[in-house]
Nanobody, 125 residues
Framework: QVQLVESGGGLVQAGGSLRLSCAAS????????MGWFRQAPGKEREFVAA????????SYGDSVKGRFTVSRDNAKNTVYLQMNSLKPEDTGVYYC??????????????????WGQGTQVSVSS
């Protein structure tokens, strides 16, 4: 069982930056692939980024490529999402998630076994 707690959300103007953190419980954090998703009101949950257990491999959604960077610190059981050049369409609740079993990085919600409670990101124009 893994418990995930996100932090770092807030209100920012377009063009600004935020860094989200996701702290995980447990002693096997490095064995989990980690993902970030977001959900805007009235929309489905959308893949944002994922990172392998070692941190060597990453994957990004098309809408955030070149602006967002996912990273992790296994010594601190934490995964990060650095968000730059934010746009109003980046607004939503951001969730981190843990995938314990997949061989490769996954973009689908059902592939992830554990989820945090989410943190709100609001970008004003």
């Amino acid at each position: 069982q893994v418990q995930l707690v996100e932090s770092g959300g807030g209100l920012v103007q377009a063009g600004g930056s935020l860094r989200l953190s996701c702290a995980a419980s447990g002693r096997t954090f490095s064995s989990y692939k980690m993902g970030w998703f977001r959900q805007a009101p009235g929309k489905e949950r959308e893949f944002v980024a994922a990172i392998s257990g070692s941190g060597y491999f990453t994957s990004y959604g098309d809408s955030v490529k070149g602006r967002f960077t996912v990273s992790r610190d296994n010594a601190k059981n934490t995964v990060y999402l650095q968000m730059n050049s934010l746009k109003p369409e980046d607004t939503g609740v951001y969730y981190c998630a843990a995938d314990r079993a997949s061989q490769n990085l996954r973009v689908g919600v059902p592939s992830y076994d554990y989820w945090g409670q989410g943190t709100q990101v609001s970008v004003s124009s």
